[in-house]
Nanobody, 121 residues
Framework: QVQLVESGGGLVQPGGSLRLSCAAS????????TGWYRQAPGKQRELVAT????????YEDDSVKGRFTVSSDKTKNTVYLQMNSLKPEDTAVYYC??????????????WGQGTQVTVAS
């Protein structure tokens, strides 16, 4: 079992910044990929970005490229999502998930509880 705890959400004005954290604990298997997702009101959850165990980062959502940055601190088992130049359309509940196991085909998927990000003036 992997427990994920997200933090760092809140209310911010347009143009502001927030840094989300996703801290993992309880795993005995390797975390292969960590993903950041978001779900806006009335919309489906969408993938924002992923970071692999090797540090490869992919920004799936073109709207965040150049504004959001994913990073990790392996010593803390924590992945971060630095969000700059925030826009009202970034308002959503942000979730992290991990694929944990020996390979991607058999990896188990775990989700955090989500953290609310609201961008409004």
């Amino acid at each position: 079992q992997v427990q994920l705890v997200e933090s760092g959400g809140g209310l911010v004005q347009p143009g502001g910044s927030l840094r989300l954290s996703c801290a993992a604990s309880g795993t005995t298997l390797e975390i292969l990929v960590t993903g950041w997702y978001r779900q806006a009101p009335g919309k489906q959850r969408e993938l924002v970005a992923t970071i692999s165990k090797s540090g490869y980062i992919n920004y799936e959502d073109d709207s965040v490229k150049g504004r959001f940055t994913v990073s990790s601190d392996k010593t803390k088992n924590t992945v971060y999502l630095q969000m700059n130049s925030l826009k009202p359309e970034d308002t959503a509940v942000y979730y992290c998930n991990v694929l944990s196991g020996t390979n991607l085909e058999t990896a188990a998927i775990y989700w955090g509880q989500g953290t609310q990000v609201t961008v409004a003036s």
